[in-house]
Nanobody
Framework: QVQLVESGGGLVQTGGSLRLSCAASGNIYSINRMGWYRQAPGKQRELVASITPGGSINYADSVKGRFTISRDNAKKTVYLQMNSLKPEDTAVYSC???????????????WGKGTLVTVSS
């Protein structure tokens, strides 16, 4: 019923930039918090950044000053602008959203399949 699809991942050199996008679609009545998570091989998934509909933002300490999260509520899309990339940023980046569907009374978390970001040294 609900789908999140990420795009924009790829291979970039140290110091380069990428912009990730995540578009939500389906039987959506409302979207609350949206966020980006990442998981490197052998590591736990961690929160990179999150944003509320009103624009309140949280960042992981490791990305503050380098990454910027934003959203377009009309397009049901969240973005992650990544600058000054480091090899340590290499991971699968996944989109997350807290969504209420039409006809439902429960908010649920949904996840995209992820997009790979590789930063070469």
């Amino acid at each position: 019923q609900v789908q999140l699809v990420e795009s924009g991942g790829g291979l970039v050199q140290t110091g380069g930039s990428l912009r990730l996008s995540c578009a939500a679609s389906g039987n959506i009545y409302s979207i609350n918090r949206m966020g980006w998570y990442r998981q490197a091989p052998g590591k736990q998934r961690e929160l990179v950044a999150s944003i509320t509909p009103g624009g309140s933002i949280n960042y992981a300490d490791s990305v503050k000053g380098r990454f910027t999260i934003s959203r377009d509520n009309a397009k049901k899309t969240v973005y992650l602008q990544m600058n000054s990339l480091k090899p340590e940023d290499t991971a699968v980046y996944s989109c997350n959203a807290d969504i209420l569907q039409y006809g439902d009374s429960r908010w649920m978390d949904y996840w995209g399949k992820g997009t790979l970001v590789t930063v070469s040294s």
